[in-house]
């Protein structure tokens, strides 16, 4: 591993280092002192970094804030990966990369009256670093909500982030592609269910329909079978009706004949 004094700036070796930044005077001791955090962080993707790097292409100074008219520097951390690579980017990021972002000199962040900074300027490289955001969003984890931010499009047939991608990718970078991955399984659910309730719905309905006409078409065989029934009924019943009552008249006449003829006979004796 490097030691401090493999780092060059302007071809002088980087001295010895500050034991606390609050210990620093000059940019060229914040920049010895932010790079001895480096050698010591465990990021390997910095470390990859430090490896094939030597000459620093500009001093580390930190942004100057204001509280009640006093000023402040922000205290640095080297725990996680995302500020270690965002110093280590800023101070061997070449010239030549970085994007002026047309007029603007700095984001909408950095131009705050309330930003801490670290860095004391707003530089992006474009796509290829940090997709785009300013090395000061991506110091504190905002890279995604830096105005300067851009998604680099995928290759026309590309599906799946490359293995280079994925081991590029930083712990925020796969938590982000969780999360939006999450929401599209959501949206899918939400679509399928929707789908399957309408055609349940429409089965329902359909089954409503056949069993309400079967109903209909049997009420009115009934009704026709029960006045078919009714009139052949009534032709039955008149028939021995009308029978007897003949019948019984002629039987009647009869009766009167005979005793008349019997009153007869005996006013003639």
Known sequence: MKE??????NSVPLEQAPAEMIECKTSLEYTAWAMQKLLECNDDTTHQLLEKSTDIQRL???????????PHISDMFFLRSEPCYAVALYLFLDQSKL????ENKCCQQCDHINNKGPFDKCISAGTDV??????NCYYSASGKNCSFHLEKPLKAGSKYPTEAQRKKATASDLELWMDQIRAELHRRDKAKFAIELEDDKDEDE??????GGGQGEGGEDDEDG?????????DNEDDPVDKDVGDHEEGGEASRSKRQKT????DTE
């Open 130 to 135: 940090a997709k785009g955001a300013c090395l």
């Open 206 to 211: 359909g089954d409503g329909q056949g069993e």
């Open 226 to 234: 029960e006045g078919e029934g009714d009139e052949e009924g009534n």
């Open 4 to 9: 401090l004094r493999g780092f060059k700036y």
């Open 263 to 266: 009153a007869n006979a005996e």
């Open 60 to 70: 580390f100074q930190p942004k100057i804030w204001r509280q009640a008219g006093r």
């Open 99 to 102: 994007v002026a972002n047309g």
